[in-house]
Structure formats: C-alpha cells, structure tokens
C-alpha cells in the first residue's frame, strides 16, 4: 500500500541526498585552509586554488540544475510505485557520484585521462535516468496530480538528454576539447523550443490553488 506519507518520504530523501551531495564539493576546498595554517600566505593559497573554485562552481551550477529538473518532475508527481523508486534510487546514485570526477578535475587539466568523459559521462547518467522517471509517469497517469494528467510531454527530457549525449560524444572524440564541451548545453532551451513548436506539446502548469493571489505584473 502505497500512502501520501510514502511519497513524501521519497522526495525529502531525495532533497536530502542532493543537499549532501552539493555540500561534499566544498570540502577539497575546505582542506587547502591547512596550507595557510602551515605558514603559507592566504592569497598564494587562494591563488592555488582557482581552478578548483571553478570546478566547484560547475558542479555546484550541474547538480543544482539538476536538482531543479528533478523537482520539476515530481511536482507532478503525486504517487509512487516501485519502477518509480529504483529510477529514482538510480539518479540519486549518479548524483551522489558527481564528486568525485569532481575532484579528479581539481587536481589537473579537464582534457587529461579522459576525466572530462568521466565528468560529462555522470551527467549524461543523470539525465537518462531523469528521463526514465519522466516516462514511468506519462506511462502510470494514476502516479500524476489530475490537473495534468495526459499532459506531459517526455519530449523535453528527450532532447535535454540527447545534447547531453551529442556533449559526451564530443568530448569523448574531440582531443582537448574538455569542460568547455559543456557549452553545447547552451542549445538545449532553443532546441527544445523548436521541439515544442513543431509537436504543439508542453508539459502544463498546475492550476494555483484556490486563495493564491493573481502574480504581479
């Protein structure tokens, strides 16, 4: 039997691992403060430290983007089912794992031993299983709010994988190519406009609840 309180346990676990997730970035950073405890100056230190600031930065942007996604699935969602669950645990485990190819890439160049393919590799993992969760929904409508049932559209989630394929490919084929790969992420939203444009399908807002005062202009 599957309850409201189930559901919520659900998405509050989730939030929980992202939050710790996101907080484990900081923490090579939080490490260099020895250096100035040992004598070195705070700037040398600051200074050693950029590249890692930017890598932390990226990643703390990724799995907040990601994060946003995922909330944006289950605001629709109003029950479970045990398809739902282990996707769910599946992009949890990609979220979780973000990390680490994180700090590969702090402690060297994002084009070397393919640590970049690793870095967009968990990303493309993230969005795929985004994209399952998405398409247990439209194919269980019973595990969506009414309002918006027969609504959904997975198209959106289809092409935001598919850029993140066309970044991984890329960065796998191209040589040096690295992070910035990421930037072919960019046409993801114009993509996806020419997508909805041409299928006439979005996935509908809910309804505001009844009291909620009009938005300002």
Known sequence: MHTERGFDRLVNFSDAVVAIAITLLILPLVDSVTDVASGQSVWDVVLDDLPKFMVFIISFAVIGRFWIAHHRVYERAVDYDSW???ANLFWLLTIVFLPYPTELLSEGS???DGRAAIYVGTMLLSSLALL????????????????VRGTLSIMPSVVTAGMMLVTFLAVV????LGLWGLFLLVLTGPVQAIVRRLTGRSDAPLPAPSGTPPPLP
Do not use: E, F, K, T
Not at 133 to 146: D, K, N, T
């Open 110 to 112: 994002s084009a070397d």
């Open 84 to 86: 739902l669950l282990w």
């Open 173 to 176: 084929l191209v040589p040096g």
């Open 132 to 147: 399952w969760q998405q398409a247990i929904l439209i194919r269980r409508p019973a595990l969506v709010a009414p309002a």
